[in-house]
């Protein structure tokens, strides 16, 4: 596997369940980070993780929980959501410490909440 | 409130033809900016950047340009390929490396190229 690979690509889920986003990336990047896309909507950032640290938490709210075990690996924990969460995740990483830097992204997860 | 701003939902160009893509922002602390290219169900792809303290960048077809006293941006490409067709994002970021920085996107442009 090259790039950044995200599982599952679709996951429809209740209100009441708990369900895991995975992310992984097999280019060395030590940066990663959640997107969400809602319809009609730019891409919005969520987390930031940077050599595993949470660096930044854009005002998600706690049904969101994200976890950087290591520099390859980003989770985003999802329980008790409501409908209007539904979006597409996407997953991204980029090389920290660059003079010039870009993030990669992932194919997404298209997330369905009923 | 949206800082990074594409206001036209799609465009479309004849085959051979320049394509011009348009990008606004408010923030005046953002000094890196970006566009990605997206097709369906695949994750943006990074295809060009520029600093604030440049006002153009050329990488084979597509040239961006900065203009920081309009807060404006464009993408061009040219000569348009079938290939292009795909949704265009523009993004924004307070930090042009050394740091991990989340970026501000718009909400895209769709790019249509007619045969």
């Known amino acids: 596997e090259t790039g950044v690979t995200q599982t599952p690509r679709h996951l429809v889920m209740g209100m009441t369940n708990k369900k895991s986003l995975k992310c992984e990336q097999h280019?060395?990047?030590?940066?990663m980070y959640w997107y969400k896309q809602s319809a009609k909507k730019p891409l919005e950032l969520m987390f930031v993780?940077?050599?595993?640290?949470?660096?930044e938490n854009n005002s998600v709210p706690s049904r969101f929980s994200p976890e950087c075990p290591n520099s390859s690996h980003l989770f985003l924990h999802l329980h008790t959501l409501q409908p209007e969460d539904s979006a597409l995740y996407l997953c991204?990483?980029?090389?920290?410490?660059?003079?010039?830097?870009?993030?990669?992204f992932g194919p997404g997860t298209r997330l369905t909440v009923t | 409130d949206q800082q990074v701003k594409q206001n036209s939902p799609s465009l479309s160009v004849q085959e051979g033809r320049i394509s011009i893509l348009n990008c606004d922002y408010t923030n005046s602390m953002f000094d890196y900016f970006l566009w990605y290219k997206k097709y369906p169900a695949e994750g943006p792809t990074f295809l060009i950047s520029i600093s604030s303290i440049k006002d153009k960048n050329e990488d084979g077809r597509f040239t961006v340009f900065l203009n920081k006293s309009a807060k404006h941006l464009s993408l061009h490409i040219v000569p348009s390929q079938p290939g292009d067709s795909a949704v265009y994002f523009c993004?924004?970021?307070?930090?042009?490396?050394?740091?991990?920085?989340?970026?501000?996107f718009g909400k895209g442009t769709h790019l249509i190229i007619q045969p």
């Open positions: 993780y940077n050599f595993k640290e949470q660096t």
């Open positions: 993004a924004a970021s307070v930090g042009s490396g050394g740091g991990a920085d989340g970026l501000t």
């Open positions: 991204a990483s980029s090389l920290d410490g660059g003079a010039v830097y870009e993030q990669y």
């Open positions: 280019l060395g990047h030590n940066a």
